[in-house]
């Protein structure tokens, strides 16, 4: 019972030491964001000798961060909704419907996490001149959306294939079509997984800054990680206003983390046991 105790112990200590390391960076971007750029110089593990927001307010005024802010929102809340539809489409129907070429559908999926996309870059660039996607947000959606597609159908075909048949069976007694089995009856047994792959794809999307460093080239259409490069100068950084970005740049992953923390634990635990 006392070594019981005593490897509980260690255990709460190991996680409890790696919640710190975890979360102290976090911490430190936030204080940094109330100081001077001499106090961050000065001493930057310190706390602030008092709260100011003048890096918040220079960090609106000076960049156009609002509109960095609005294009990251609206490609990654864009290419998430189109991940989880697509990706349910196709996983519902590889995993309920067995026919002749059902692996090698499914193996047609998983090749996109197998071949590295930014090998393809040039590709990529001349397909979207093509398309006149270049300076557009659909061009960040279109290849996140194609990033996303193969965890997507990945986790949720393992999911689909979990379910037991009779659920589907006495749905369609009652009269429902195949649309209605999955929205009805499916789909919600099934949000722990659309909760990993929403928090996935969404943090994804939005810590990207490979893709819209080569499709976007308007200011006014970039995302935030391409969008604070404007504040490295070529000789000092504004170092207060780069960690008040960095914070504001986190809230709606945070969000996102809390709001489907749940489904996303669930998702994973499920996963590591099936």
């Known amino acids: 019972m006392k070594t019981n105790k005593s490897v509980r112990g260690l255990q709460y200590a190991a996680a409890y030491l790696g919640a710190l390391v975890s979360l102290y960076p976090i911490f430190l971007m936030l204080t940094s964001s109330f100081k001077t750029n001499i106090q961050i110089l000065k001493n930057p593990m310190s706390l602030p000798t008092s709260i100011s927001f003048t890096a918040y307010s220079k960090l609106i005024h000076q960049i156009p961060f609002g509109t960095y802010f609005w294009n990251s929102v609206v490609v990654s809340v864009v290419s998430v909704a189109l991940i989880l539809l697509f990706g349910v489409l196709a996983s519902f129907y590889i995993a309920r ?14 090749l996109g996490m197998m071949i590295p996309i930014k ?19 659909w061009s960040l959606v279109s290849v996140y959306t194609a990033i996303g597609m193969p965890l997507a159908v990945l986790i949720l075909t393992g999911f689909f294939r979990t379910l037991p048949k009779e659920l589907e069976e006495a749905a369609r007694i009652d009269g429902s079509s195949d649309f209605g089995v999955m929205w ?17 794809n969404f943090i ?17 259409k970039k995302t935030i990680p391409v969008g604070m490069l404007s504040l490295f100068g070529q000789y000092s ?6 960690f008040a970005g960095l914070t504001l740049a986190s809230v709606p992953m945070i ?4 709001l489907a923390s749940k489904q996303f634990m669930e998702g994973m635990t499920a996963g590591a046991v099936k």
């Open 184 to 200: 009805h009856v499916l789909l919600p047994l099934i949000r722990p997984a659309l909760g990993t792959v929403m928090i996935m």
């Open 255 to 258: 969000v996102m983390f809390f």
């Open 204 to 220: 994804m999307a939005w810590n990207d800054f490979f893709f819209p460093l080569i499709f976007i080239q308007d200011d006014m």
């Open 97 to 110: 419907y067995p026919f002749r070429w059902n692996g090698a559908l499914f193996f047609f999926f998983l």
């Open 119 to 137: 090998l393809g870059i040039v590709p990529l660039f001349l397909l979207m001149k093509k398309l006149a996607l270049l300076n557009s947000v």
């Open 237 to 242: 950084t504004d170092l207060s206003m780069l």
